[in-house]
């Protein structure tokens, strides 16, 4: 089983294989493929699509000489595999192992992390510039994607690449939604190759040569040119841009990439391949439903996803109900998301409420400031948004909604640790950044119910809010069946201390990090609060646990520089009080990937490492 590429175990042996092994090798890659993701888990449609693209990438050009820089950065497995890794697929986003993700430090063929999207054609102009200004003969290639072309960023790239005329830069748009142009055939594969072989390119350019003298003539030609192309292909656009426009081409059919990536490599300045793929390629099962097999964990491939019924509600289920509900009685609420629907648990709304969905794509920075537009005309827009995307759409969120203080909510989802997506998806930084925004509430429930009750507070506020939730099933430690009303910027007492003169420890618990810290209390009989706010703090309660507690213990599921241990002691320090103060919290680096149960143990956020770094030190002050 797997004979052929088994005996793939970098891209030169690829490249020792003649051409009609190739689409074996590509028929075994995609199940080898199939067989590993359905054991670990992981993205799987987009990869299926990705085949004999990263096949005949790999074949035609001098990789890792050569560079690829895949956006978005979960469709590259068959890299991953022709590129040494095979044996550790099994290790896939697991603790310890591979990324699901480039990533630089794992292989010399991942020349750019990029699991945020829509950054490939950027990060490739200033490769392909860098090869120029260091006289390096290389080519650049960015593969973009998977809804990564409908970003700001990637026209930017664009923008910019589109005038530097003598660079190698080949960008090629991976359409697997069927956005731009329907399936393509034996004529449109033909035009592909014949308008990237050197014949055309000479043409064309001898044509501008005689006629650069006389302009009229020469604008007459080139929209002639343009119209010639438009009957049959979208080139418009992206020779605006400044591009050479080819395709669109079938992206399974290794007989039309091949020749039109030869023929490519011949060409000079900035090249645009547009090829055509299905996502779930091969599976008929992830074909006919690529969105339930984008993301999977493990599965029988025989018998697919069985989607097993769970009592508890994700975070994620918890928001969309309420955002059902809320909308259901105000008719001013519009609910927003970047290409983030099924996972922030926009299903039902848009099925629902339709003339209030919008999905902007991924385009943070718009979806902020699209939001902004809608409050500053008396609606009420709630972005719903992981908030590792958030961080992209920081400045809008800064002057286009603070500055101008307007009612839109953040419905942050994946705060905290995520797991296997590792650091790049972490909502580590939110509490840090978002504190820090005159006219922000920054608000943590701890429970499914607190969810509900700060959603309908920031509903109600005239200002900006964030209500951040981390990822997964949400808790019913202290849920409660019917919701009363939390005053703005008031935490609440969720174990009393039983010592009767002396209390010597107080755990000041912010969000997910109440339930460990309840069982982490028992150890010590320590208080426990619950925070709930970081903006506004309860200063009241934090200067009542000081005055009556040896030793405040501040934990968060958030980074400690600049987090909420940073807000307690600022106000600590402001009013004079001296009280020895424990910050636990992530630690200032990158977490990685791994189980997230794991990661919290790790950073000593379970209850274990809570009662470990409470008896640390209170040992270390006797």
Same mark, same amino acid.
């Given at each position: 089983?797997?004979?052929?590429?088994?005996?793939?175990?970098?891209?030169?042996?690829?490249?020792?294989?003649?051409?009609?092994?190739?689409?074996?090798?590509?028929?075994?890659?995609?199940?080898?493929?199939?067989?590993?993701?359905?054991?670990?888990?992981?993205?799987?449609?987009?990869?299926?699509?990705?085949?004999?693209?990263?096949?005949?990438?790999?074949?035609?050009?001098?990789?890792?000489?050569?560079?690829?820089?895949?956006?978005?950065?979960?469709?590259?497995?068959?890299?991953?595999?022709?590129?040494?890794?095979?044996?550790?697929?099994?290790?896939?986003?697991?603790?310890?192992?591979?990324?699901?993700?480039?990533?630089?430090?794992?292989?010399?063929?991942?020349?750019?992390?990029?699991?945020?999207?829509?950054?490939?054609?950027?990060? #490739?102009? &200033? $490769?392909? !510039?860098?090869?120029? *200004?260091?006289? +390096?003969?290389?080519?650049?290639?960015?593969?973009?994607? @998977? /809804?990564?072309?409908?970003?700001?960023?990637?026209?930017?790239?664009?923008?910019?690449?589109?005038?530097?005329?003598?660079?190698?830069?080949?960008?090629?748009?991976?359409?697997?939604?069927?956005?731009?142009?329907?399936?393509?055939?034996?004529?449109?594969?033909?035009?592909?190759?014949?308008?990237?072989?050197?014949?055309?390119?000479?043409?064309?350019?001898?044509?501008?040569?005689?006629?650069?003298?006389?302009?009229?003539?020469?604008?007459?030609?080139?929209?002639?040119?343009?119209? #010639?192309? &438009? $009957?049959? !292909?979208?080139?418009? *656009?992206?020779? +605006?841009?400044?591009?050479?426009?080819?395709?669109?081409? @079938? /992206?399974?059919?290794?007989?039309?990439?091949?020749?039109?990536?030869?023929?490519?490599?011949?060409?000079?300045?900035?090249?645009?391949?547009?090829?055509?793929?299905?996502?779930?390629?091969?599976?008929?099962?992830?074909?006919?439903?690529?969105?339930?097999?984008?993301?999977?964990?493990?599965?029988?491939?025989?018998?697919?996803?069985?989607?097993?019924?769970?009592?508890?509600?994700?975070?994620?289920?918890?928001?969309?109900?309420?955002?059902?509900?809320?909308?259901?009685?105000?008719?001013?609420?519009?609910?927003?998301?970047?290409?983030?629907?099924?996972?922030?648990?926009?299903?039902?709304?848009?099925?629902?409420?339709?003339?209030?969905?919008?999905?902007?794509?991924?385009?943070?920075?718009?979806?902020?400031?699209?939001?902004?537009?809608?409050?500053?005309?008396?609606?009420?827009?709630?972005?719903?948004?992981?908030?590792?995307?958030?961080?992209?759409?920081?400045?809008?969120?800064?002057?286009?909604?603070?500055?101008?203080?307007?009612?839109?909510?953040?419905?942050?989802?994946?705060?905290?640790?995520?797991?296997?997506?590792?650091?790049?998806?972490?909502?580590?930084?939110?509490?840090?950044?978002?504190?820090?925004?005159?006219?922000?509430?920054?608000?943590?429930?701890?429970?499914?119910?607190?969810?509900?009750?700060?959603?309908?507070?920031?509903?109600?506020?005239?200002?900006?809010?964030?209500?951040?939730?981390?990822?997964?099933?949400?808790?019913?430690?202290?849920?409660?069946?019917?919701?009363?009303?939390?005053?703005?910027?008031?935490?609440?007492?969720?174990?009393?201390?039983?010592?009767?003169?002396?209390?010597?420890?107080?755990?000041?618990?912010?969000?997910?990090?109440?339930?460990?810290?309840?069982?982490?209390?028992?150890?010590?009989?320590?208080?426990?609060?619950?925070?709930?706010?970081?903006?506004?703090?309860?200063?009241?309660?934090?200067?009542?646990?000081?005055?009556?507690?040896?030793?405040?213990?501040?934990?968060?599921?958030?980074?400690?520089?600049?987090?909420?241990?940073?807000?307690?002691?600022?106000?600590?320090?402001?009013?004079?009080?001296?009280?020895?103060?424990?910050?636990?919290?992530?630690?200032?680096?990158?977490?990685?990937?791994?189980?997230?149960?794991?990661?919290?143990?790790?950073?000593?956020?379970?209850?274990?490492?809570?009662?470990?770094?409470?008896?640390?030190?209170?040992?270390?002050?006797?």
């Amino acid at each position: 089983m797997y004979n052929l590429l088994k005996t793939i175990n970098n891209p030169d042996a690829l490249r020792c294989l003649e051409r009609r092994q190739l689409k074996t090798l590509a028929d075994e890659l995609r199940a080898f493929m199939l067989d590993s993701v359905s054991q670990t888990g992981g993205h799987l449609s987009s990869n299926l699509g990705t085949v004999e693209l990263t096949i005949a990438l790999h074949y035609v050009f001098d990789t890792p000489r050569d560079r690829i820089i895949w956006d978005v950065g979960h469709q590259t497995y068959p890299h991953k595999i022709l590129t040494g890794r095979r044996d550790k697929m099994s290790t896939l986003r697991q603790w310890n192992g591979i990324s699901g993700f480039p990533r630089r430090s794992e292989s010399e063929y991942d020349t750019f992390g990029t699991a945020h999207s829509s950054t490939s054609i950027s990060a #490739a102009l &200033g $490769m392909a !510039v860098a090869s120029k *200004l260091k006289s +390096e003969d290389r080519y650049v290639i960015a593969v973009i994607g @998977d /809804g990564a072309m409908t970003a700001g960023e990637a026209f930017e790239g664009l923008n910019n690449a589109g005038v530097c005329e003598d660079i190698p830069l080949l960008v090629i748009l991976n359409d697997n939604g069927m956005s731009i142009s329907p399936p393509v055939g034996a004529l449109n594969r033909y035009l592909a190759r014949l308008m990237s072989g050197q014949f055309y390119a000479t043409a064309k350019k001898s044509v501008e040569r005689v006629l650069r003298h006389a302009p009229p003539m020469l604008k007459l030609a080139r929209k002639l040119e343009e119209h #010639a192309k &438009g $009957m049959v !292909v979208p080139a418009t *656009l992206f020779e +605006e841009f400044g591009f050479n426009y080819i395709g669109p081409i @079938d /992206g399974h059919d290794l007989d039309s990439l091949i020749p039109t990536l030869q023929n490519i490599q011949g060409l000079y300045g900035p090249q645009f391949l547009h090829v055509v793929t299905k996502k779930g390629q091969g599976y008929k099962l992830a074909e006919a439903d690529p969105v339930l097999y984008h993301g999977p964990g493990k599965f029988n491939p025989a018998e697919g996803i069985k989607l097993a019924e769970s009592s508890r509600k994700t975070y994620a289920q918890v928001f969309g109900e309420w955002l059902c509900n809320a909308a259901e009685l105000d008719m001013r609420i519009v609910g927003i998301t970047p290409a983030m629907r099924e996972g922030s648990g926009l299903v039902e709304f848009e099925r629902r409420f339709p003339q209030r969905y919008f999905d902007v794509g991924i385009a943070e920075q718009h979806a902020i400031t699209f939001a902004a537009g809608l409050a500053a005309e008396g609606l009420r827009p709630i972005v719903a948004i992981y908030s590792t995307f958030l961080q992209r759409g920081y400045d809008q969120l800064i002057h286009d909604v603070a500055l101008q203080n307007l009612p839109v909510m953040f419905a942050l989802d994946r705060a905290g640790l995520v797991g296997a997506d590792g650091a790049t998806h972490a909502g580590v930084y939110d509490i840090a950044y978002l504190r820090c925004i005159p006219n922000m509430v920054v608000m943590t429930p701890a429970n499914e119910n607190e969810c509900q009750q700060m959603l309908y507070i920031g509903l109600e506020l005239d200002g900006p809010s964030a209500v951040r939730y981390p990822r997964g099933i949400a808790s019913e430690q202290t849920s409660k069946k019917q919701l009363s009303v939390i005053p703005i910027g008031k935490g609440e007492i969720q174990r009393q201390s039983k010592a009767q003169t002396s209390h010597r420890v107080a755990i000041l618990a912010f969000g997910s990090m109440l339930e460990p810290s309840l069982t982490a209390a028992q150890e010590f009989d320590a208080t426990v609060a619950n925070m709930r706010f970081v903006k506004p703090l309860d200063e009241l309660l934090v200067r009542q646990l000081a005055d009556t507690h040896e030793l405040l213990v501040i934990i968060e599921e958030g980074c400690i520089m600049g987090g909420a241990g940073s807000a307690c002691l600022e106000f600590l320090q402001s009013a004079g009080v001296n009280r020895a103060v424990l910050q636990l919290g992530l630690p200032d680096r990158f977490i990685d990937h791994g189980e997230s149960s794991r990661l919290l143990a790790e950073c000593g956020l379970d209850a274990a490492g809570i009662a470990s770094a409470i008896r640390g030190r209170l040992l270390s002050s006797q």
